[in-house]
Nanobody, 126 residues
Framework: QVQLVESGGGLVQAGGSLHLSCVASGDTTNFNTFTMAWFRQAPGKDRELVSVITWTDDTWYSESAKGRFTIRKDNGWKITHLQMETVRIEDTAVYYC??????????????????WGQGTQVTVSS
């Protein structure tokens, strides 16, 4: 079992920055090989994929996140980061960290992710 705990959410003004972190614990001996992702779910909307990073540091970003968000994986501390820049009101959502230990490449379907964090709220104000 892998436990994921997100932190760093909060209230930020549009145009500002926010840094989210996700700490993995439990059965993380092979964390360096995990594919990790950030998803988000806005009120009344389906959960959507924001960004993915593989063990070879291949990355994927949604069109909304591209150019504004940066995902990074710290294998030593077992932390997956999401740096959010130039945030928009539409970035308001609960952000979830997810782990896909079975895959060593970019996977985009939610069913590929075996472990999920509890989420951290990001609220962007005007």
């Amino acid at each position: 079992q892998v436990q994921l705990v997100e932190s760093g959410g909060g209230l930020v003004q549009a145009g500002g920055s926010l840094h989210l972190s996700c700490v993995a614990s439990g059965d993380t001996t092979n964390f360096n090989t995990f594919t990790m992702a950030w998803f988000r779910q806005a009120p009344g909307k389906d959960r959507e994929l924001v960004s993915v990073i593989t063990w070879t540091d291949d990355t994927w970003y949604s069109e909304s996140a591209k150019g504004r968000f940066t995902i990074r994986k710290d294998n030593g501390w077992k932390i997956t980061h999401l740096q959010m820049e130039t945030v928009r009101i539409e970035d308001t959502a609960v952000y979830y960290c997810a782990a896909a230990p079975r895959f060593g490449y970019i996977v985009r379907s939610q069913s590929s992710y075996d472990y999920w964090g509890q989420g951290t709220q990001v609220t962007v104000s005007s």
